[in-house]
T-cell receptor, first 118, second 114 residues
Framework: GAVVSQHPSWVICKSGTSVKIECRSLDFQATTMFWYRQFPKQSLMLMAT?????????EQGVEKDKFLINHASLTLSTLTVTSAHPEDSSFYIC??????????????FGPGTRLTVL | QQQVKQSPQSLIVQKGGISIINCAYE??????FPWYQQFPGKGPALLIA?????SEKKEGRFTISFNKSAKQFSLHIMDSQPGDSATYFCAADRVAGGGNKLTFGTGTQLKVEL
């Protein structure tokens, strides 16, 4: 159990376009979802924390107008990269957790989405 | 952001050997210490986790050793196998404060050679 999916697994887009990434918890309800960004051979950097039905909390230095997060239900969160530029190319990973998962503070990670902006 | 320092950055171990990865933290409020394994192009997967009320936890070939006074914890992989070759991340969280916000170490790239 505790499976998290992401869609798409990879995406290539032109500079200036917007890209939406979906994160779904398949077999449990997640009160909290997290979005991370990972550059090659680096650690995961938390971008934002989203709680179902409320606004996301962004980490320092992350532009909330550029990275739009929506957590409309207990099983779905979306990250939209608006007006993407080549420097936004990265591996984006979501995780799901929270008390509703029944697993305490354990986070379950999705498989990641590789974004390449040309 | 509170730091979690991880070493070594990379590690090469012979098949059957013991892989040891170390982490140190600063914030004494941290009370949950998980280890994640990540293969290239995949998301991290939880390996094993420990709370500060115990000094050691073992699950199969994986053992966490925890030293609360030194604010250090380590991952030991016994009988390392080529399939263990991956990047390993330690992390820390503060549950008591309603946390659920992981702080990751910098990662260790493990290669197990035949």
């Amino acid at each position: 159990g505790a499976v998290v999916s992401q869609h798409p697994s990879w995406v290539i887009c032109k500079s200036g376009t917007s890209v939406k990434i979906e994160c779904r918890s398949l077999d449990f309800q997640a009160t909290t979802m997290f979005w991370y960004r990972q550059f090659p051979k680096q650690s995961l950097m938390l971008m934002a924390t989203s709680n179902e039905g409320s606004k996301a909390t962004y980490e320092q230095g992350v532009e909330k107008d550029k990275f739009l997060i929506n957590h409309a239900s207990l099983t779905l969160s979306t990250l939209t990269v608006t007006s993407a530029h080549p420097e936004d190319s990265s591996f984006y990973i979501c995780s799901a957790g929270g008390r509703a998962s029944g697993r305490g503070n354990e986070q379950f990670f999705g498989p990641g989405t590789r974004l390449t902006v040309l | 952001q509170q730091q979690v320092k991880q070493s070594p950055q990379s590690l090469i171990v012979q098949k059957g050997g013991i892989s040891i990865i170390n982490c140190a933290y600063e914030n004494t409020a941290f009370d949950y210490f998980p280890w994640y394994q990540q293969f290239p192009g995949k998301g991290p997967a939880l390996l094993i986790a420990i709370r500060p009320d115990v000094s050691e936890k073992k699950e199969g070939r994986f053992t966490i050793s925890f030293n609360k006074s030194a604010k250090q914890f380590s991952l030991h992989i016994m009988d390392s196998q080529p399939g263990d070759s991956a990047t390993y991340f330690c992390a820390a969280d503060r549950v008591a404060g309603g946390g659920n916000k992981l702080t990751f170490g910098t990662g260790t790239q493990l290669k197990v050679e035949l």
